[in-house]
Every structure is written in structure tokens, then in C-alpha cells.
């Protein structure tokens, strides 16, 4: 019997005699007294079937690591399984058929498992459901595939890859040529030109790539590499999933001594990885001893190199991907999240399959409930920050780009190289942001500078030189005592403030960092503080202070507390706390048996021990038998710092691209420019707007006229600060306003067209409601498609407060007869602010008469009842397709009927469906043309986005879970675009009606931390205009304070958006319904355009709708939704190749604004 050695014996070179006896690498472990022991044991009695049996994918080598430590250090043993077997190595694509026939074989196995890649993995076992195996735990969070090249490859070049992947990497590469090819030579094949490209894995083949080229004289940086899983095309880019994937027979998950059985053998596993990551070196020995032991076959290849460098260089890449698995308080942890996106990409083209096919679901390795863990968050959150940057660079030929400032050595990055080590990887750790940029497709720029010869004019002058050539500045904090620190963080700029230092100042629009990290924690894990104590331990302006704030605004009570507030004192506070934050950075600064019994803790400060070589928490003892939640340290805020930081970093690039204030001129105290104007009106009209604008900014420009003879005249503005002398933030606030009030830049409405086929039209809605299609644009602009609407809403939108608009629409489409026998179509065009409820003759009601004869004065008559029909006043030509019916007269009519005048339509008119649907309306449109929670009715076209909900998907979302609003919706939704430059359209006006109730209930769920989806573009003018009228509230603005007569004119909200960035809709709301009572209603009308690349949205995270006409304005506003790093005609395009149906009764979207995820996808 082989007995393995408890340590690693550093000279053992040969395998003993004894060794020589085992047979089939079967061993019996020496027996230690554990939980599992008794069951183990006993299952092992008597038989000669092992306790658990392994299927490895490859041959033992360094990507087993892991598996080698627990192997050489007995811990296998030590975890209670008595007799270990490992299969022979089999051929690629086979582990799942060699786990399933051992353990058919060997019925008394407790638990046989295997390796292998998700991307083998999920179509072996859809196409072969008689396998029986699950996934349970992964050694790689991330596929290490990836196509080596030696250039970038041109159309037609050839990939030489392994047989099992020539499939996949052709979908990936169409252009190429992909083919199967030796595995042992691919390195030598693809130096010797035999292949343009070849499959090859950055853990292995890549470095030993680097040393072959060497050897050959060759430069090694010549060689590139595109991990598959970057590779973007369109939308979206693949989803692998998994790779080293750990799954087990089905009998493991069965019985609780076969779970007992599986779970010992992960758990020794991952401390075997644990072992490696900290001891690199006795890990690479105890992988040489593992392969002695085991004498599995090797292969002989060219991608090996028997050189401690090498090997430490291999270990280094493969623990990296290792602790990428960490969740809450063990690695190999498998995301739902992510495995579902890699189910949904490997099995595209297969129908109605559960995005969790293969992954176990009974918990077998998952951290527990009570732990915010943080770090899978923080991955999906960088991987977004990721792909924005890719298609940010796609679009603009350069990458987001990032300077970091720091003076002197910071104290806590001390021990940064051991905790990046330990805990992270140089692609994610906030120590590493050069390595962090060129992992994830951005810039950064580090500038260090020295601490006793740096002042404050130095500081300053650095910030200067760079501020207008990189998209973000971090200036580190703490700065020295020497230096002025309020000078030097006003001097970045707001929009380039991506670590929101300027937060609880100026408003930045980035968040700091750290708090928005433990913000995303708490909102992703749904931890409650609205009207809860919160304790906020620490007030540093980067972290303390800023979280305390954050909170307030969520409408938590808010309690700040330090280490210098006398112990009783702080002992009292935390004592009290529904919910305590952490942000001190002192080991042990609060006790766990401080803390009220059921308290939440979100521990946000660490301290690096040198001494127990761990990270520390603020909280010390106990926490878990007193909080019902808490963080972990590590695994809890931490990692999320640095994707919140990216996250900025690329949301600024895109914002700042599309801005034009780096055409000002700019001195030390002023901003200037001129503004070249052809006719003397527009001048006027300028002057004016950009009159009314400062006085919203309550900052005003100096302006002057300069005639240019037959070149018009300028407009020349200058800014500047009086009291201050120098330029401040107002300044360039001002700038940037003024800039979007003259939007010299057109919106060509071609840009934001696309060929809509008349196949792709839908003249009839999917029966029955609720059967549409759906289409699903994420937070990070990549696109997944779903089969049926009402199967996925109710989930996709779990965790939001969603908000719809409950007009209902009215028969408004008549006849009237000219005089003459002849009856042409009389179409109610807008009811203003008329309520259907009074009497026709009481009333004016715009409308359109299909006839060019119109005028002031005639009379005509409503067939069916006899009613007159006056025109009151003309408005001039309504324009539409001639196949629709052609241009009528748009005017003002009085009906002369005593009835009220939604009896009048119900009885004379037809349901108004659109005119390109060119048909006639029929009995079944009077239901489908309107929402199931249809109410107020005054609307002549359905606010259609809702037409896909049942009463059972409602009842699904939860009754406490949904606001609506009213607005009418006009027929002036169906006008098309018809200017060049989209800006000189004259934006309908449209009347809502909202129930301060309701809109006290959206203000909850914001407060509470819920996003705020939205059904409709009607519900989402309506939301975002009530915004902007808070706001006009707060600023005084005359009119504002009428809650029956709110007005918002169409690019209104470009000057309020740059008086107070830091308003928040919560703000806002609040303050528009001050002293109202819930059953009050917000009475106006908004003609709001909202504009790609200039508008911000303030309330929506997430919008439901349909898909909308080439030339409408609602093209623009989904366009500005989805933002730059999203083409919405290129994704409308692969709609209508994927068949789905086009405008009001077609299929519908879910989109998300970037960097906003759902709560479903956070989980």
C-alpha cells in the first residue's frame, strides 16, 4: 500500500518499489478521524471499489496544481476520503462518457468526478442527456483559449486547432480557414509557416511560445494572441464559460454520504490550490511528485520547458485564473450568471434550453447564505468595463484612457505585492492599474512623482499638462500635509473626476469609487437601509464620508462614527446600527460582540498583516454569531474598487467623445469662443437662449458681436469667475451648456436610419398576448435573444419597480361626409388636455380630415349619428405616405353632440390602428390595440411597449413592485423625422397626468435602492420630464411651482442639466410634490426630444419597448438610451434577420442603460 507523504520531499527523485504495485493509480489513503470518516469508511469495507474516483482532462502537469498539493500533502486523507482512484487519461471530449461508464461500473464509488471545459462540457451533455453528470465546481473562471498568430490574420489565413475545437473556432473566426491539427507541434508549425494561426492556451502554449522563439533568435514580442473570449463581433462577444471544470457523476449529488464524499474531494482541492498559490515553488515540486506517483501518460510536445522559470511563470498564469473563482470563502465557485451566458452562446441555435442546463443546483459547493460576497460581482462589473472599452476603441480608433497621480509612497500599498498574490491578479488588483488598463482595453498612464520636492504648483501643473488628453484623473489619496489638497482636486475637471472626489461637493457624475463598490454589494444582495440606522464607521473624504452620503440619499438614517469618539460612545452606536459600515482601515476598531443581535455589516476597510500574512477586517471576533449578513474580508467590497474605477473610466471616454468644449479657448482665467452664425435670426435666437441659460446657471458670459461681412457675423462668448480669478468648475459647466444649446454638431437623422423590410412589419399581434418575441440589449451592450416574452419578463425584471403607462386608447378614428357623397377618414389627432368625460360640444379637439379642400368655416357630418363636424382653425398640412392614405388637413374641429366624448367615439369611431399597417381595424383590435391595465382613456395611439404584458406576468412582477402614470399619447408619435439635421424637428407636445402616490412609491423604490425599469418611450418622456420640472422647481424657475399647468419645452433640459449635476431624482421628485397628498395629481405636458450623445438620463435604468420606425424620434431616443458603445440600427438589422417582427404589434426590447445591470443578472 502507498502511504503519501504528509510533506513535500524536496530531493525525492524515484518512486519506491512499493509504488510499483498500484494498480490502475488506486490509493488507500491513512485513515484520519473526520466528519465524513464513518460513512467513508464504511462504504470502502470489504470492497475494492474507491471512495472517489477522478477523470482528469490532461495529463498531470501544472494546471493540476492544485490537485497535486492535497495529493502530496495528504489532504484528500485528511479530509475523510480513504481510497483515491485516478482514470487513465482519455481523449479530449470523452471525460463525461469515462466518469458515466466507471461509475455504471462501480456502483459503490461514492462519488466519481471529472474535468473538462465548459465549452465542451454543455453540447457533449445536451446532445447526450444519458450521461448523467453535473457541474459542480471549476478550477477556471475563464477559458484560457485563445488563437496565436504571428500578425494579425488576414481573410482566408488557416488555423491549425485541436479536432474538438475546429468547429467552435470557426464560428468565432469566419473568415478563416480553420482546420484540425497536431497538438504536439503546434508551436513549431506555426513559427515554420505551416499555419497562419493556431489554437493555443495563455497558460501553457504562450509562454513556452515566447521561449521557442527565443531559442530561435526570434523577437518574442512579435507573436500576438486573442483570447477567444475578447474577440467582438457585432454586439456580442463569445461565452466559453468555464474552463477545468469540475463535474460529477449525478449518484454524488444523491445521497448525503456521497455529497459528503464529493464535497471532501473539492474542498481538499481547493485547499490543495490555496497551498499553491501561497507556496509556489512547493507546489511546482509537489506536481513533479504527483506525476511519479500517478505515472499517467505524458505527452511529448513542444510546449514544455523543463526550467524553474518556465514552470514558475506557467504556476504564476494558472493561479491567477485559479482565484478568479474565489466567491465569499472558497475558490472554484461556479456563477449562475455566468454559466447560463456561455449555455445561451454554446447552444445558440438550440431552442427552449434552460440557461442552467448541467450546472447543479442542489449547492453541493456554494459559499453560505449569510456572506455578501462580492468578488463575481466585481469580475462581471470589470468584464463590462471591458467590452465598453473594446467597442469604444472599435468605434474611435483609440482606447478610454486613464492618468494616476501620486505623491510619495503610499503607506498601504506596503505589502501590495503579497496581497496581489494572494488575492487578486495583476488584470484586476487596484495595486496593478497599469497591468489592469492593458488587460481590459484601456490606457493608463502612472505618474509618480516624489514627495519632498513635489508642491502644490508642481501638483497642479501636472494635472494641467495631461487633463485634456486623457478621459479620467485620479489624483491617489491621502496627499501630503505640504501640499494643498482643495486645490489640486478642483483643479479635475468634473467630467474627468472618475474617481468622484468632487461627489459630495460639485456633484461629480462618478461616484467614488470604494462606496460605489459597497453600494453595488448591498443593492446586488438586496440589503435594506431605507429608514434603518446606519452606523458609518470612518469619515475620510474618499470612503467614510461619500458612503454616508450615498446612504442618506437611499433614506437611511445616518450615524458617523470614528476612532476618536470615546469607546463607550462608539460601542453604543454600533450597538444601536441596523446596518454597520466599516471604513476605517483599523484591525479590530469594532468588536463583534458589539453588534445587535440580526445587524447587517458591510466591512469596507482591511489592514495587510504581515505577521498573520492575511488581510484584516475593521470588525474583529465573532461577526457571524451576531449579524445576520455580513462581508467577507477578503471577498467582500474589495475587489469591486477597481472595476467601479474602469467602469468611470469608460463611461467618461464615451461622454467626452461626442462633447465639443475642447474647442473653447482657454487661458488661465477665462474660456473662450466664437460662434460663426450665416444669418442675423440664428444670432438672435443664440443670444437669447444662451441668456435664458445663465440665468438657470446663475453664471453668466460676456458676449460679442463681430460682423464677418459676407462670412455673417460672430458670436463671441468669454467665461470666467470673477471672485475666484482663475477658472473654475462653473466655467467649463458653463462651456458644455452653451455647447449643447448651439449643438453645432447635426444629428443626421441617416445615421439613425435603417432598411426596414415590409416582411418585418406586423399587422397583426402575436397570439396570444404575451407569445412575442424578445430582444435583450444587457448593460454591456451585448445581445441574447429569447423565443417567447412571457416566459422570461417576470424574471428578467425581478428586483425592479417597474412603471407603466395605463392610458387607454379610444375609438378615435371617424368618417365624415364633405357634402358632396363623398366620406373621407376624420382621425382625432390629439386631446390635449380635454378630459373624454365632458360633453363633445364643450370642446375643441385637433384632428385630421383627409382632404386638401378643408377650410376655417366648413361643416360636414359624422355618418352614423348626423352630428356636425365644424372646423374651427387650421394648423396647416398633415403629411403622410401615400400608401397610407396620403396628406390630409391638420385642423381644429368642434363635434355638436351632447354626448360625452368617449360614448361618441365608442359608438361612431374605430380602434385608430396605425396607417402603415395598411388595413382596416378589426373586432379583435378593440382588445389587443390597448393594455391589459389599460384606465384613463384620451390616448389615439396605444403606448404599445405594453402589449406583451398578460394579467399573469403582472401578477408575477407583485402588485408592490409596480407604479404606472398617464400620458396621452398623440398621433403625432407616428410623425416622421423629415429634417436632415434631427435638431429641427418640432417636437409634439404630449399631456400627462401623474398620481402623487404613485410617483411617492417610484420615489421608495429608488430610495430602497430597486432601478427603475420602464414600459414604454411614453412612460420614459413622462418619468425623465418630471425630472427636469424638479429641477426647474428647485432652481425657482417662474411657472414651476403650478402642479396643474407643468410645462417642458423640447431641449429645456439643456440648461438645467449642467446648473446642479447633483441633483438626483430622488431630489427632484421630492421636491416636485412637497406638501401634496397622495391622491393630488401632476398635471402638464412635455414636449422633451430626447438626443443620442448629449442627453443623460436621470431616472431610467431599464426600458422595455418595441421596435421602432427608421425615421422617428423615437430612434433617437433609444439610440441616446443605449449610448454611444451600442449601433441600434446594426442591431435592428440582425433583428429582422433573426425574424423578428417590426412596430406596434411586433416583438419587443429590454434594453439597459451601460453599466446598469438588472438585479436578476447581478445574483
Not at 58 to 87: E, P, R, W
Not at 640 to 669: C, H
Request: with cysteine; proline share 4%.
Amino acid at each position: 500500500m502507498w502511504r503519501l507523504s504528509s510533506v513535500v520531499k524536496r530531493e525525492r527523485n524515484t518512486v519506491t518499489a512499493a509504488a510499483k504495485k498500484l494498480v490502475n493509480h488506486q490509493f488507500r489513503l491513512n485513515k484520519h478521524v473526520s466528519l465524513h470518516q464513518r460513512s467513508l469508511s464504511s462504504a470502502a469495507t470489504g470492497s475494492s471499489s474507491p471512495d472517489v474516483a477522478v477523470q482528469l482532462d490532461y495529463y498531470m502537469s501544472l494546471q493540476f496544481a492544485g490537485v497535486a498539493c492535497a495529493l502530496v500533502n495528504d489532504t484528500y486523507q485528511s479530509k475523510g476520503i480513504n481510497i483515491l482512484h485516478f482514470l487513465p487519461t482519455c481523449p479530449v471530449g470523452e471525460e463525461a462518457a469515462r466518469v458515466r461508464s466507471f461509475q455504471n461500473a462501480n456502483p459503490s464509488t461514492l462519488a466519481t468526478l471529472g474535468s473538462v471545459e465548459q465549452n465542451i462540457f454543455t453540447p457533449t451533455l445536451y446532445n447526450d442527456p444519458s450521461l448523467n453528470v453535473t457541474a459542480v465546481a471549476s478550477m477556471f473562471r475563464r477559458s484560457p483559449l485563445c488563437v496565436a498568430s504571428l500578425g494579425p490574420l488576414k481573410d482566408g489565413d488557416v488555423i491549425g486547432a485541436h479536432e474538438d475545437t475546429v468547429e467552435l473556432l470557426q464560428r468565432i473566426f469566419p473568415k478563416q480557414k480553420v482546420v484540425a491539427s497536431p497538438r504536439g507541434t503546434k508551436n513549431t508549425d506555426l513559427l515554420d509557416g505551416t499555419y497562419q494561426g493556431i489554437q493555443a492556451y495563455t497558460t501553457t502554449e504562450i509562454p513556452a511560445l515566447h521561449h521557442l522563439m527565443e531559442s530561435r533568435g526570434m523577437d518574442p514580442n512579435a507573436v500576438t494572441f486573442q483570447v477567444l473570449e475578447d474577440v467582438v463581433s457585432g454586439s456580442s462577444a463569445p461565452q466559453l464559460g468555464y474552463s477545468q471544470m469540475l463535474f460529477a457523476a449525478n449518484e454524488a449529488l444523491e445521497s448525503t454520504d456521497r455529497r459528503e464524499a464529493a464535497n471532501a474531494f473539492l474542498a481538499a482541492t481547493f485547499d490543495g490550490w490555496q497551498h499553491a498559490i501561497r507556496n509556489p515553488d512547493e507546489a511546482i515540486e509537489a506536481v513533479v511528485e504527483a506525476q511519479k506517483m500517478l505515472k499517467l501518460d505524458d505527452e511529448s510536445n513542444d510546449h514544455w520547458y523543463d526550467s524553474l522559470s518556465f514552470k514558475r511563470e506557467m504556476l504564476a498564469l494558472t493561479t491567477n485564473h485559479v482565484k478568479e473563482t474565489f466567491v465569499g470563502d472558497r475558490l472554484g465557485v461556479l456563477s449562475p450568471n455566468r454559466w447560463s451566458k456561455a449555455t445561451e452562446w454554446l447552444l445558440q441555435d438550440k431552442k427552449d434550453v434552460d440557461p442552467l442546463f448541467g450546472l447543479d443546483q442542489t449547492s453541493l459547493w456554494t459559499p453560505p447564505a449569510n456572506l455578501l460576497n462580492g468578488n463575481e460581482l466585481a469580475r462581471e462589473a470589470l468584464e463590462d468595463a471591458k467590452f465598453s472599452a473594446m467597442k469604444f476603441e472599435t468605434t474611435y480608433g483609440r482606447k478610454p484612457s486613464l492618468a494616476v497621480i501620486t505623491v510619495g509612497e503610499l503607506a498601504r500599498y506596503e505589502h501590495s505585492q503579497r496581497r496581489v498574490q494572494l488575492y487578486s491578479n495583476p488584470s484586476n488588483s487596484w495595486f496593478t492599474k497599469t497591468d489592469v488598463g492593458k488587460s481590459n482595453g484601456f490606457d493608463v498612464t502612472e505618474i509618480n512623482l516624489d514627495e519632498t520636492t513635489t508642491t502644490t504648483d508642481a501638483l497642479l501643473s501636472e494635472i494641467y499638462k495631461i487633463r485634456d488628453n486623457v478621459d479620467g484623473i485620479q489624483v491617489m489619496w491621502p496627499l501630503p500635509e505640504s501640499i494643498d489638497s482643495a486645490k489640486v482636486y478642483n483643479a479635475v475637471p468634473l467630467d474627468k473626476d472618475v474617481d468622484g472626489i468632487h461627489y459630495t461637493g460639485w456633484g461629480s457624475k462618478y461616484p467614488p469609487v470604494t462606496p460605489a463598490g459597497a453600494w453595488e454589494l448591498m443593492k446586488a444582495h438586496n440589503v435594506d437601509v431605507q429608514g434603518k440606522h446606519v452606523v458609518v464607521v470612518g469619515r475620510s473624504p474618499i470612503v467614510g464620508h461619500p458612503m454616508a452620503h450615498m446612504l442618506r440619499e437611499a433614506g437611511a438614517m445616518v450615524s458617523s462614527a470614528h476612532t476618536g469618539v470615546d469607546k463607550d460612545t462608539f460601542q453604543g452606536l454600533v450597538g444601536q446600527a441596523d446596518v454597520v459600515v466599516t471604513c476605517a482601515g483599523s484591525p479590530g476598531c469594532v468588536q463583534a460582540d458589539w453588534l445587535k443581535d440580526g445587524a447587517e455589516v458591510v466591512n469596507i476597510g482591511t489592514t495587510f498583516c504581515e505577521k498573520a500574512d492575511a488581510l484584516l477586517s475593521d470588525v474583529e471576533g465573532d461577526i457571524e454569531s451576531k449579524a445576520v449578513r455580513y462581508s467577507p474580508v477578503p471577498g467582500g467590497v474589495g475587489p469591486l474598487s477597481i472595476p467601479m474605477l474602469f467602469r468611470n473610466v469608460a463611461n467618461a471616454a464615451w461622454e467626452q467623445q461626442s462633447s465639443s468644449t475642447d474647442k473653447w479657448e482657454q487661458s488661465p482665467a477665462t474660456l473662450g469662443k466664437a460662434f460663426t452664425l450665416l444669418l442675423t435670426p440664428k444670432l438672435c435666437s443664440l443670444q437669447k437662449k444662451v441668456d435664458e441659460l445663465s440665468t438657470i446657471m446663475d453664471h453668466h458670459a460676456n458676449m460679442k458681436i463681430a460682423h464677418k461681412c459676407v462670412n455673417g457675423v460672430d458670436l463671441e462668448m468669454e467665461l470666467f469667475s470673477f471672485e475666484a480669478k482663475e477658472l473654475t468648475q462653473k466655467d467649463f459647466d458653463a462651456a458644455r451648456a452653451i455647447d449643447l444649446v448651439y449643438a453645432g454638431n447635426p444629428i443626421n437623422m441617416k445615421d439613425y436610419s435603417y432598411d426596414l423590410q415590409q416582411e418585418s412589419i406586423a399587422l397583426f399581434p402575436a397570439e396570444p398576448r404575451g407569445s412575442s418575441k424578445l430582444l435583450r440589449v444587457n448593460s454591456n451592450g451585448q445581445v441574447s435573444y429569447f423565443e417567447h416574452f412571457g416566459n422570461n419578463i417576470s424574471s428578467l425584471l425581478e428586483g425592479c419597480h417597474v412603471v407603466f403607462n395605463n392610458s387607454r386608447v379610444l375609438d378615435a378614428r371617424l368618417a365624415v361626409d364633405l357634402g358632396d357623397g363623398n366620406e373621407v377618414e376624420l382621425m382625432l389627432l390629439d386631446l390635449g388636455n380635454v378630459d373624454p368625460a365632458l360633453p363633445c360640444s364643450d370642446h375643441r379637439i385637433q384632428a385630421m380630415i383627409r382632404s386638401d379642400k378643408v377650410k376655417v368655416g366648413d361643416v360636414y357630418s359624422e355618418p352614423v349619428s348626423g352630428a356636425k363636424v365644424q372646423v374651427m382653425d387650421m394648423r396647416g398640412i398633415w403629411e403622410e405616405e401615400e400608401e397610407s392614405g396620403g396628406n390630409g388637413s391638420d385642423c381644429v374641429v368642434r363635434i355638436h353632440s351632447n354626448d360625452v366624448i368617449s360614448d361618441f367615439l365608442s359608438v361612431n369611431g374605430s380602434v385608430p390602428i396605425p396607417p402603415y399597417l395598411h388595413r382596416e381595424a378589426v373586432e379583435s383590435d378593440k382588445e389587443r390595440y390597448n393594455n391589459v391595465y389599460a384606465k384613463d382613456g384620451g390616448s389615439v395611439a396605444a403606448p404599445t411597449a405594453g402589449l406583451h404584458f398578460t394579467d399573469e406576468s403582472l401578477e408575477e412582477l407583485g402588485e408592490s413592485n409596480i407604479s404606472s402614470l398617464t400620458l396621452h399619447v398623440g398621433a403625432g408619435t407616428f410623425m416622421p423625422v423629415r429634417s436632415e439635421d434631427a435638431r429641427e424637428h418640432a417636437m409634439h407636445a404630449e399631456h400627462f397626468y401623474v398620481n402623487v402616490g404613485e410617483l411617492r412609491s417610484i420615489v421608495k423604490a429608488m430610495e430602497a435602492g430597486k432601478p427603475i425599469a420602464v414600459v414604454g418611450t411614453t412612460s420614459t418622456r413622462t418619468l425623465e420630464s418630471l425630472y427636469w420640472l424638479g429641477v426647474k422647481r428647485l432652481r425657482g424657475i417662474s411657472g414651476s411651482d403650478d402642479t396643474k399647468q407643468l410645462e417642458l419645452g423640447q431641449f429645456e433640459w439643456r440648461g438645467l442639466s449642467v446648473a446642479d449635476p447633483s441633483i438626483t431624482a430622488v431630489t427632484s421628485f421630492k421636491a416636485l410634490i412637497d406638501g401634496m397628498s397622495d391622491d393630488e395629481i401632476l398635471i402638464g405636458q412635455t414636449s422633451l426630444m430626447i438626443t443620442p450623445n448629449s442627453y443623460n438620463f436621470k431616472v431610467i435604468d431599464h426600458l422595455v419597448t418595441n421596435f421602432h420606425a427608421p425615421d422617428s424620434t423615437l430612434m433617437l431616443l433609444v439610440s441616446a438610451f443605449l449610448g454611444k458603445q451600442n449601433d441600434v440600427t446594426t442591431i435592428y438589422d440582425e433583428a429582422q434577420n433573426r425574424g423578428y417582427r417590426f412596430l406596434s404589434f411586433g416583438d419587443a426590447c429590454l434594453f439597459s442603460r451601460p453599466s446598469v445591470k438588472l438585479p436578476s443578472e447581478r445574483k
